[in-house]
């Protein structure tokens, strides 16, 4: 298995933006939240690694035909193991890759969820994730103006393949996320 030092520095490698790097950080901790709830037996460090490098190519080949395909293939070159480059894969749903594992499944639940809640901290007066309320989330996922490029099907669709209700997601992606706030630009100021 890689080491989660070995898929830090290919983000590093591959991803400039502070905002994306800040994104792959929150879906790593949303998987490694992820991995003891919905898979105990399985390491939480590899599940994170999944979302630490699920978008690391986006930037680089950020067309539908190239992302995440090339990124694939990529960590494929450097020895990441199959099932992490297939969850990866299914993320985006138009691959067409099943998720068929629970794996997969909390990757695509978690992906746009934390950049929609990341979203929604940042709108709060003091900028903060410990300010947002699951009620609100709910309501700005209805505001197609708000987080435009947020893809709610993919909220919706995530919550449903993992088999857990949305509000009881938002609540625990933001817990996970609460731990890393500062780090990932809305914690307390």
């Not at 003891?36 to 630490?52: F, H």
């Not at 990757?107 to 903060?128: M, N």
Request: include cysteine.
């Amino acid at each position: 298995m890689k080491s989660r030092d070995e898929a830090l520095a290919v983000l590093h490698e591959f991803t400039k933006t502070d905002s994306l790097r800040k994104h792959a950080l929150a879906v790593e901790q949303a998987m490694k939240a992820c991995a003891r709830k919905y898979a105990p037996d399985e390491d939480p460090v590899r599940w994170g690694i999944a979302g630490l490098l699920h978008d690391f190519d986006y930037e680089m080949y950020l067309n539908a035909d190239q992302h995440p395909y090339t990124g694939s293939k990529i960590l494929e070159e450097r020895g990441f193991d199959e099932e992490l480059r297939t969850a990866i894969m299914g993320h985006a749903p138009y691959t067409n890759v099943a998720r068929e594992t629970m794996m997969a499944k909390a990757l695509f639940a978690c992906d746009e969820l934390c950049g929609f809640l990341v979203a929604c901290a940042l709108v709060q007066p003091g900028k903060s994730l410990a300010e947002v309320k699951t009620a609100s989330v709910k309501k700005k996922l209805k505001d197609k103006a708000f987080a435009r490029s947020v893809n709610r099907d993919d909220i919706y669709n995530g919550v449903a393949e993992l088999g857990v209700d949305l509000e009881e997601h938002v609540e625990f992606v933001k817990s996970a996320l609460l731990e890393i706030a500062t780090e990932i630009g809305v914690g307390a100021r």
